[in-house]
């Protein structure tokens, strides 16, 4: 369900609201708070104690159901205004509540997460009513369309087809049987996201083997009184050790440790969870889950997935091979009897190839990048590009290294973030990107938070890359809040175009123009255009082993959930698709499933991932042409791409920006020529 007269309640990058009006435009002229005055500018009131949250949940989610109540039994002549503004009203006042599915993840107090999970619920609950709401539906129908403009004509279509895609023409007793089986998905699904969150493994090791890490690291890691260092799971901790220690017992035991987490309690509810979503997509009347979640997409069906998985699979296997053999023979030099390179091998190796082959030294070159010039030139690259202005918002937060920004244009205020950038307990363990708020056309500006976990101090240039990546999401929903109507405004086009503008994005984090306005060492040196050089040569080599990796991915998740669930066990399938699929073997007594989040809130669309890449393959062939600080070709592509919203398939507002129709097959020649 990707209109929002239906509204998403769980997705990922659109989650979550919030109208508590803190801090108001501080920091604003006169003029400038005069302009937004009518205009919801709030961020989020980190104070609210879990009571309190409970509590407003409670009495906002009962006064929704009331008044949705009374708009799913209105008569008379439906017309836009009464039956979606209405809605429209509903979802406004469901505002404060709405950044709940941020702060479940992110706050520091354990009564604040679970008040704020137990909110989520509820909307959850909500939403599915709205989706079987046979009364609203009808009134949505009964909406005379024929002297309507386009844009909203193809709103109310797809609205009618995501109502019917939720069960709304079902009998009551399947429809209450819907919601039921909703509600209880969600609720595993919570759990699922929580022990992966909460699950943090940790291994002892000795100072003999961190040997090839940098001293900033040794530095943080000291022994305790025995001589035994500490080395956690978390990202920080574990893309160093993986990189740099030339212990093969180290990396192997931290790899075992890392994709462990959430086991064996995450087997049972992953299990459930695809058990029971393969129920309710028969129930719908589709075979399984996946046609059910595709139905909506670009990709349209899971065969088409599958057809294109296995396209870009077919246009690795020589590139991986070739990856494959110069890594075996580097591991041979350092273990003669080795017959094979396992996972916990590859990034080391890879490191060490550079270095030799392409002369790039990481650790060279992460001492240009220190966190908050990196923070800065992301910002400066956004002011750059797209003519804005990014300032710090001094607004309430919930922990002090969270930072707050807002987005100026022309003396108008655009937009507002938050970044939770440093890793710590219980915080969400990955890179995402939360919409809070999506911009409204003269109602409301975007609201977005950022959820990451990067050192304070250096960083690995592949943390930078994900922190320009996290931020072309926040970049696409400040773009993005153009049009009049929640269904398509905001980040509201097909899911499985999203990924698209950030994985595009990424692409200036190899400009050297770009990287030398920020990339500075201690000594105030800027990084050489040479190390630039280098690293662009060495880019290629082990992408397609990477790409390989993704598509087992992407191949677990469609086929959880494109098979029945009674033919199959969770370890053996796979077991069965990284042995068809991944470049490197299973690592015994590894559970990746477990700590594998995206098999909850992607499902089976993880095939996501790869497909916007070839979409954003193509649309950056546009500023390869034109130039990357080409400030016209941003402009078409922050008004025709990230302007357009959900107001036309994603297909037709590439193709505006393109000058033609989208060709994946551009990203599959790629692939085949490294």
């Not at 005055?37 to 609210?48: R, S, V, Y």
């Not at 879990?50 to 008044?67: G, H, P, R, T």
């Not at 087809?161 to 919601?179: N, S």
């Not at 246009?315 to 110069?326: D, F, S, T």
Request: charged fraction near 25%; aromatic fraction near 10%.
């Amino acid at each position: 369900m990707k209109t929002a007269l239906i509204p998403i309640a769980a997705a990922v990058l659109l989650s979550g609201c919030s109208l508590t009006q803190n801090n108001l435009d501080n920091g604003a002229t006169s003029a400038q708070k005069t302009a937004s005055a009518n205009i919801l500018t709030a961020g989020i009131d980190p104070n609210l104690s879990a009571e309190a949250i409970a509590q407003l949940c409670e009495s906002i989610v009962s006064k929704a159901n009331n008044d949705f109540a009374a708009l799913e039994t209105s008569t008379g002549t439906a017309t836009l205004e009464n039956v979606a503004g209405t809605f429209d009203n509903i979802i406004d006042d469901m505002m404060p509540i709405r950044h709940m599915w941020y702060m479940r993840s992110v706050h520091p107090d354990e009564s604040i997460r679970n008040a704020a999970t137990e909110c989520t619920q509820k909307q959850s609950d909500f939403s599915t009513q709205v989706g079987l709401s046979k009364g609203y539906y009808e009134r949505v129908a009964a909406i005379d369309t024929n002297s309507l403009p386009e844009l909203e004509k193809y709103m109310i279509e797809e609205s009618l087809a995501g109502f019917r895609r939720a069960g709304v023409d079902k009998d009551e007793a399947t429809r209450e049987k819907i919601r039921a089986m909703q509600q209880e998905i969600t609720k595993i699904g919570n759990e699922f996201n929580k022990n992966i969150r909460e699950d943090v493994r940790y291994v002892e090791t000795s100072i003999e083997h961190l040997d090839g890490l940098p001293q900033d690291y040794l530095d943080k890691h000291p022994a305790d009184e025995n001589g035994v260092i500490t080395i956690s799971t978390d990202y920080p901790d574990y893309g160093p050790v993986m990189t740099y220690s030339h212990s093969d017992e180290l990396r192997h035991k931290l790899r075992v440790a890392a994709r462990s987490r959430g086991y064996p309690q995450n087997e049972k509810l992953l299990k459930s969870l695809i058990e029971k979503r393969h129920a309710l997509a028969n129930l719908l009347g589709f075979p399984n889950h996946a046609s059910l979640s595709m139905d909506d997409k670009m990709i349209g069906t899971p065969e088409n997935a599958q057809a294109f998985l296995t396209k870009v699979g077919e246009a690795l296997k020589q590139p991986v091979e070739k990856e494959l053999n110069v890594l075996l023979t580097r591991l041979q030099e350092i273990n003669p009897d080795a017959s094979e390179v396992n996972v916990w091998q590859a990034t080391y190796l890879t490191n060490l190839i550079r270095q030799e082959d392409y002369a790039l030294d990481s650790k060279e070159v992460r001492e240009y990048f220190q966190y908050e010039k990196v923070r800065d030139g992301i910002l400066g690259l956004t002011e750059d590009l797209f003519g804005v202005e990014i300032k710090p918002w001094e607004t309430a937060t919930w922990h002090e290294d969270v930072e707050s920004y807002e987005i100026w244009e022309n003396g108008k205020l655009l937009g507002r973030f938050y970044m939770d950038n440093h890793p710590r307990e219980n915080k969400y363990k990955h890179a995402a990107h939360w919409t809070l708020r999506s911009g409204v056309k003269n109602k409301q500006i975007p609201l977005s938070g950022l959820a990451q976990n990067f050192p304070k101090g250096l960083m690995e240039h592949g943390q930078v890359e994900t922190f320009l990546h996290e931020f072309g999401h926040l970049i696409h929903n400040m773009f993005s809040g153009t049009q009049k109507w929640y269904a398509i405004t905001g980040m509201s086009m097909e899911r499985d175009f999203v990924e698209a503008p950030s994985q595009m994005l990424e692409e200036w984090i190899w400009d050297y123009d770009t990287i030398k306005t920020f990339a500075v060492n201690q000594e105030g040196e800027t990084i050489p255009e040479e190390l630039v050089a280098k690293m662009n040569r060495a880019r290629d080599f082990g992408l397609a082993t990477n790409t390989a990796t993704q598509i087992f991915y992407a191949n677990l998740s469609l086929n959880y959930y494109s098979r029945d669930p009674s033919t199959f066990e969770l370890t053996p399938l796979m077991m069965e698709m990284q042995e068809k699929f991944a470049p490197y073997p299973y690592v015994e007594g590894t559970h990746f499933y477990a700590n594998f989040g995206h098999l909850n809130g992607y499902s089976s669309n993880y095939y996501t991932y790869q497909w916007s890449l070839a979409i954003a393959t193509d649309m950056f062939s546009r500023f390869e042409k034109e130039g990357m600080r080409n400030k016209d070709t941003a402009k078409a592509y922050r008004d025709l791409v990230l302007g357009a919203a959900g107001s036309k398939p994603a297909s037709k507002f590439v193709a505006e920006f393109l000058g033609r129709e989208l060709n994946p097959d551009a990203y599959i020649k790629k692939l085949q020529s490294l």
